[in-house]
């Protein structure tokens, strides 16, 4: 089992569309969580932490289930501009430090 | 913010050279580098961490003679692939991290072994 998964898409969507995203993760020792956005051909961008009390970010919003090992992203009124991959990324402390491990992926593709 | 520089962000070489890549944190001092990999269409694997002046410990299934990392400061860890073959070619990226800075990427290098 991947330590972290995520459902690969893409989801094609309109403009303007809520679009959702999850992950699961197997490591329950896991500390911190981040979606990150990944551009073609480019380095993966932090979008945003994740908490357990749910966190927004204009347009963007990410809740954290401890107890499930879920971790989801909704997108408000997607924009063309949003299409990009959505990298799900847990964050684990090893004892040479910590650890970041991602996810697959999912595209999302956003049309006019 | 936290910026780290990545070089060079293309390289193509030959079957049975090795290729150098540098990542540079520019204003913080990173106390530990990471090296990740991506294959197309696949996730950010990661390869290796390393503490500077110290032995980079490797991810299983890594070979370390083969990819030799470097972490000789606080800001520069280098990525050497050795006697590189057409299945490394590859997109490989560094990131850092230090208390207060959390983890920033470089940009990344495609390498592409002919």
């Known amino acids: 089992r991947k330590e972290v998964e995520q459902d690969p898409g893409p989801f094609n969507v309109p403009e303007g569309a809520t679009v959702a995203f999850n992950c699961t993760y197997s490591n329950s020792a896991s500390q911190s969580f981040f979606w990150y956005r990944q551009d073609c051909r480019k380095e993966p961008k932090l979008l945003m932490s994740?908490?357990?009390s749910g966190n927004e970010d204009g347009r963007f919003t990410a809740q954290l289930n401890r107890a499930s090992q879920y971790i989801s992203l909704l997108i408000r009124d997607s924009k063309l501009s949003d299409s990009a991959t959505y990298l799900c990324v847990v964050n684990t402390w090893e004892e040479y430090g910590n650890k970041l491990v991602f996810g697959a992926g999912t595209i999302l593709r956003v049309k006019s | 913010g936290a910026v780290v520089s990545q070089h060079p962000s293309w390289v193509i070489c030959k079957s049975g050279t090795s290729v150098k890549i540098e990542c540079r944190s520019l204003?913080?001092?990173?106390?530990?580098m990471f090296w990740y990999r991506q294959f197309p269409k696949q996730s950010l694997m990661l390869m290796a961490t390393?503490?500077?002046?110290?032995?980079?410990?490797?991810e299983q299934g890594v070979e370390k003679d083969k990819f030799l990392i470097n972490h000789a400061s606080l800001t520069l860890s280098t990525l050497t692939v050795t006697s590189a073959h057409p299945e490394d070619s590859s997109f490989y990226i560094c990131?850092?991290?230090?208390?207060?800075?959390?983890?920033?990427f470089g940009s990344g290098t495609r390498l592409t072994v002919v």
């Open positions: 990131s850092a991290s230090a208390t207060g800075t959390g983890t920033t």
């Open positions: 204003d913080f001092q990173a106390t530990t």
């Open positions: 994740v908490y357990s």
């Open positions: 390393s503490n500077e002046g110290s032995k980079a410990t490797y």
